[in-house]
């Protein structure tokens, strides 16, 4: 379907695709990943045609359709129904000449090719895929200028699903769906007939939904069988296999260089020396895959410990007109210590409940009491908008260290992880996820006793998330997050909150639940004439945990043998560094050194066992 031939890009003089070639194939689903700036979104921008390469090409099959989603949203006084509709050119240009054709043959051929596209069930195919993106029967009528940008960019991504080229591209498609728009987007794709090449950084979407990984790193592509956990686990086999082999590689250099510095002025020996050094001239280096860390979040917890609990709800309600509440009968409570994430479907007020607990909306009735010194950070996508575009990540911290150094300044500015590269760069010119890590770190700079984030995690790479994730482990205050990364949540998350019908409330089960509640919402729609089963797929689901259950209990039997294995070899390790040990008991040193090396061959054996435990119980998983 697309073939990609010695392709070679640069971007302002830096070398983005180096020499790239890969083949994507019919009906195959990939997931293109990598850092922020490694060249994802050059590389889509090449195959669209919209830039070219220094060298190389980029093949579509002859005939083949293809498809992306446009970075200009659809305005004007079109329905949002009928943009979805108009992505159909065929279908809109035979309906047009069977309005104004004659010919009765021509006519009954326009009539036959109608009916092959299934062109009269266009409106509800149309009207089931926006339905599934979040856009109510009332609201697919409306004009597109009536809509945000964020909801005309999920009208792009509906036309291009309803077109259903040969060949679709999407960059970031979940950037602008909530949770549930996410997932349904993950089963549309599972049923899509044909290529797709996605260019994301959520980890479930790429899990679920493709076939292959290319990975792009240094300019090159590498592509990985599975989902992104498969990648994951193949790159990490593959950089320990280099290491492993550029170690003996070095130990090889090694002995022939030694060999050639003491024979290389022999008489006797010279001649030896002369073909170790051909060998050390021959020998090329082997190429690894370089750890690059990404740098951590800085989320300092509060100084002061608040008692529980922090906030809590009497019969609350919120909203922006007098008289007309988004939330209402609000009973919640708010510890010190909590994590809650946020569920529900865009436009049931998420935000609203989230702005109301950060204090930039007031209580119509009912109380909201809370600690008088309670300090809350609020992140949201929009507050980007309040960094001064002209001032530098410096000039920002300097704001808020008034009394302090410029060295600790800078050191403060080196913990958001964005050091002297970054210090002096305008606000303009550095990147959403560069942005997004400022405000983030400012927000949080004084030690908030509530952290609230309104998907925070749009602009961040897939480590970047993992190291949010971490942040937030770590982070001693609590925590309200809205997002829809479902590995965010998973990781960070203690409890679920959903917001419907107009309220907020505790959510019995946990993201697998919510997931196939999600998606038997979704058949719901599809089938209306069916016996509902959710019952049943819920107890489905409970049966599958309970036999999942074993596999996890090995899996983490098996982590904490590995654990104690671990400590071992160190404890090991610090008795034999001592250099009195091999003068005063060296045969207990010679014991030391034969039990670390049955130890170390135990959790070899170890190790293998829990990457094939954990193997099956994904395998099992995703069955």
Sequence with gaps: MLHINNLVCRVEGRLLIDNVSF????????????????????????????????????????????????????????????????????RAALLVAAKTEADPET????????????????????????????????????????????????????????????????????????????????????RFAGAVLIVSHDRDLLNSSVHQIA??????????????????????????????????????????????????????????????????????????????????????????????????????????????????????AFDPDDRIALLGRNGQGKSTF???????????????????RMQVAYFAQHQLDVLNPAETPYTHVCALMEGATEAQRRSRLARFGLGVQHAETPVCDLSGGEKARLLLNLIAFNGPHLLILDEPTNHLDMDSRAALADALDAYEGAVLLISHDRFLIERSIDRLWIVQDGTVSNYDG???DYRCQMGEKERKAQTPGKVQAGLAIRQAKADRREALAPMRRNIARLEAEIERLRDGVTQIDAALAKPELYERDPEQATIFNMKRTRTLKRLDEIENMWLVAQEDYERARNQ
């Excluded at 997931?31 to 490694?38: E, H, I, K, S």
């Excluded at 979104?41 to 919209?50: D, F, P, Y």
């Excluded at 989230?354 to 008088?372: Q, S």
């Design 107 to 190: 006519i009954a051929h326009i009539q036959t090719r109608l009916a092959d596209i299934n062109a009269y069930s266009a409106e509800a195919r149309a009207g089931t895929i926006l339905h599934g993106l979040g856009f109510t029967s009332q609201e697919q009528q409306n004009p597109c200028s009536s809509f945000s940008g964020g909801w005309r960019m999920r009208a792009s991504l509906a036309s291009m699903l309803f077109a259903a080229p040969d060949l679709l591209l999407l960059d970031e498609p979940t950037n602008y769906l909530d949770l549930e728009g996410a997932i349904w987007l993950e089963a549309h794709l599972k």
């Design 354 to 372: 989230a702005k109301l607990i950060a204090g930039k909306l007031d209580v119509m009735n009912g109380r909201m009491k809370h600690h008088k």
């Design 23 to 90: 083949a994507l194939l019919p009906k195959t689903r990939m997931g293109l990943v990598g850092r922020n700036g490694t060249g994802k979104s050059t590389l889509l921008r090449v195959i669209k045609g919209e830039m070219d390469a220094i060298s190389g090409e980029t093949r579509i099959r002859k005939g083949a359709r293809m498809g992306a989603v446009d970075q200009e949203a659809p305005g004007g006084t079109q329905t949002i129904m009928d943009f979805v509709l108009s992505a159909d050119t065929e």
């Design 215 to 332: 990975h792009l790193n240094a300019g090159k592509v590498t592509l990985y069988e599975g989902g992104y956990d498969s990648f994951e686990k193949q790159l990490a086999e593959r950089q320990r296999l280099d290491m492993a082999m550029r170690g003996k590689q070095e130990e090889e250099r090694r002995r022939l260089q030694g060999f050639v510095d003491r024979f290389r002025y022999s008489a006797t020996k010279a001649k030896q020396a002369q073909s170790r050094v051909k060998r050390l001239e021959k020998m090329r280096p082997i190429a690894t895959i370089v750890e690059n860390p990404v740098a951590p979040f800085d989320l300092p917890g509060p100084k002061r410990p608040m008692a529980p609990p922090m906030i809590r709800f009497e019969d609350a309600s919120v909203g922006y007109e007098p008289g007309k509440p988004i939330l209402s009968k609000l009973n919640l």
């Design 510 to 512: 946990d993201m697998d």
